[in-house]
């Protein structure tokens, strides 16, 4: 059986009609390089009667500060919890170790609340790699909608949404180095680990498979388990079209990086922490 099977069911038909009318916020998680050209959806999206364009990166920044904060206080295991599927597998297969899944938002969830404290009177829409992130998103209050990268690519076709040539920009609070938060270890990476545990504390893991068996055998010296669900990370999503194997996607994804360090972006203060001030990035799992 595979692993996503019912999973869109629950999710549900999302209800938008497309070319939006009003105001609407499309939240995209960096892993859309793989499937989309930058800055070129950007416009795109734009197309489709999205007013504002924000990248998940800032609401990664925020929530690498509270796994930061959680690994200096507590010597326990801890789990990252971005990945639903991750949540939701160790919950079934898993479930003694539940009570070590970091209660912290995922970068989706924590982009929402910062988007509903930017944007009051917009509809959020999340564009998603995967299954179990639309279904966080549906149970979620903080977003409205969401579709996935290949629904959004239907869109494109369905009203000949062209790839524009114009140079576009993110909305807002934007930030470079938490890019890689969809390939594997890529939390890690970026959460400024240094100096708070040590680098062979660290497991990085990434597959179904392969993360049960680990767990059924654990490595006692590990402290942080920066793990996801699929193969390669977010970038090998079962919503994503692309043909390329995980290490051509993943270097999509770094070179957008490298890119977007060198843009000269109007108006972007580089994810500044002030306009994120009294939103709670903690949750319960």
Known sequence: MNVFDGIEKKVGVQNLNFPLKGKYVAMLAPSFVVDFEYPSIISRLKAL???????LTFGAKMVNREYQKQLKKSKKLLI???????????????????????QIDSPVTATGKICRKI???????????????????????????????????????????PKFKTKSHFDKFYNDYTK???VSGGLGKTAHLKGVIKQDEIL?????????????????????????FCKGGCIGGPCISCKL???????????????SKDEDIPDAKKGVIDK???????RKV
């Open 245 to 259: 194997s995980i290490p051509a996607r993943r270097k999509k994804v770094l070179d957008y990086l490298e890119k």
């Open 119 to 161: 944007y009051p009177n917009h509809k959020l829409v999340f564009i998603s790699p995967c299954h179990y992130k639309k279904l966080e998103v549906a149970n979620s209050k903080y977003i409205d909608y969401t579709i996935d990268y290949k629904q959004l690519n239907k869109l494109f076709v369905k009203f000949k949404v």
């Open 276 to 282: 994120a001030k009294g939103i709670n990035f903690l």
């Open 204 to 228: 990085v893991m990434d597959g179904l498979n392969n993360i049960l068996k680990f767990l059924q055998n654990p490595d006692q010296k590990k402290r942080f388990l920066d793990i996801l």
């Open 49 to 55: 009667g999205f007013d504002k364009v924000v990248e």
């Open 80 to 102: 990252a919890s971005p990945c639903p599927g991750i949540v939701e597998i160790i919950k079934q297969k898993a479930p003694k170790y539940a009570k070590n899944l970091a």
């Open 180 to 182: 890689i938060y969809p």
